[in-house]
């Protein structure tokens, strides 16, 4: 797994991931992707693994349960809960994985330019310790990948 180039993260103070991708899509696509089920489970996910399990209640108050699952059976579940939401330009969640400690705070801004929609998710974690370690496990290869799914998704392509 690697990241194309296509997504940017960054380190921000001592807590914070800060991703940015910029998809060839209107925002209101992007965001459906990132809040429909049916949208999710086409892209979330690095190349190989897919969504065993996607529920979603995309209302503020509402939450999501994720499993992945890997081309050799590996797992990786997550869970959160909605804290705001302003569709088409903002969603903010909690999450937390069942492999991972503490609970992250996902802030998610979709800004569209000419038809151009550029996603800047900021990652904030519990501590320094706890970003070290997200970062280790290889996330910016598997939302990088995701990412690309995704724009293969928007531009038509089969992903």
């Known amino acids: 797994m690697k990241n194309t180039g296509t997504l940017k993260v960054e380190t921000?103070?001592?807590?914070?991931?800060?991703?940015?991708?910029?998809?060839?899509?209107?925002?209101?696509?992007?965001?459906?992707a990132f809040s429909k089920p049916e949208l999710l489970k086409r892209w979330f996910g690095p190349h190989g693994w897919h969504l065993e399990t996607c529920e979603v209640d995309h209302r503020v108050g509402g939450g999501f349960r994720?499993?992945?699952?890997?081309?050799?059976?590996?797992?990786?579940?997550?869970?959160?809960?909605?804290?705001?939401?302003a569709p088409p330009e903002r969603s903010v969640h909690r999450e937390s994985f069942d492999d991972y400690p503490g609970e992250s705070t996902v802030s998610a801004v979709f800004t569209e330019v000419d038809g151009k929609t550029t996603l800047v998710a900021t990652v904030t974690y519990p501590s320094r310790e706890v970003r070290d370690i997200v970062i280790a496990s290889g996330m910016e290869h598997g939302a990088a990948e995701s990412y690309d799914k995704l724009a293969e998704i928007l531009a038509g392509s089969p992903a």
Not at 16 to 29: S, Y
């Open 12 to 32: 921000a103070g001592d807590c914070d991931v800060v991703m940015t991708r910029v998809f060839d899509a209107p925002r209101e696509l992007v965001y459906d």
């Open 66 to 85: 994720f499993i992945l699952v890997g081309p050799e059976g590996h797992r990786m579940g997550m869970r959160g809960t909605y804290v705001e939401l």
